[in-house]
C-alpha cells in the first residue's frame, strides 16, 4: 500500500508540465525556468512515482545544475524531501512494525531502495 500523496497530482497543483522522453542517463529530469519534467517512458510503478517525487523537490528547492549536474548536496535534499512526501510517519512506523526487511518496506511502501535509504537517514 503506498501513500495517499500523489506526485502527478502534486505536479499539476505546481503547475508543471511532465512529460515522458527518451532519457539516456537519468530517470528523471527537471528543466529549471521551463516548469518542466522530463520523465523516462515505461518505469514500474514504484520508480516512476519516486523520480518524480524527486524532480518537484528539485523545483521547490530551485535547484540549478551546475556542470550539467546537481550536487550532491541538491541530489540528498531532493530523496529526503521526496522520502518525506512519499512515506509519512504513519506508514513508516507500521511498515516496520510488523517486518526487518527493509526489500519488504520499499515493496509495501511503493518506492524505490534510494528513497527508501533517504527516508532511513530522517529522524521519524
Not at 517512458?41 to 519516486?50: D, L
Not at 546537481?70 to 512515506?87: H, K, P, T, V
Amino acid at each position: 500500500m503506498t501513500s495517499d500523496y500523489d506526485p502527478f497530482q502534486h505536479a499539476e497543483e505546481l503547475g508543471l508540465q511532465v512529460e515522458y522522453q527518451t532519457l539516456r542517463t537519468a530517470f528523471g529530469f527537471y528543466v529549471p525556468g521551463r516548469d518542466l519534467i522530463l520523465l523516462r517512458p515505461r518505469m514500474k510503478a514504484a520508480t516512476e512515482r519516486s523520480v518524480l517525487s524527486h524532480e518537484i523537490e528539485h523545483y521547490l528547492q530551485q535547484d540549478r545544475r551546475v556542470s550539467g549536474v546537481y550536487s550532491l548536496r541538491q541530489e540528498r535534499r531532493a530523496n529526503e524531501g521526496a522520502a518525506l512526501r512519499l512515506i509519512p510517519n504513519d506508514r513508516w512506523n507500521d511498515v516496520r512494525s510488523w517486518s526487518s526487511d527493509p526489500r519488504e518496506w520499499a515493496i509495501e511502501l511503493g518506492v524505490t531502495a534510494e528513497i527508501l535509504l533517504a527516508r532511513m537517514r530522517v529522524p521519524a
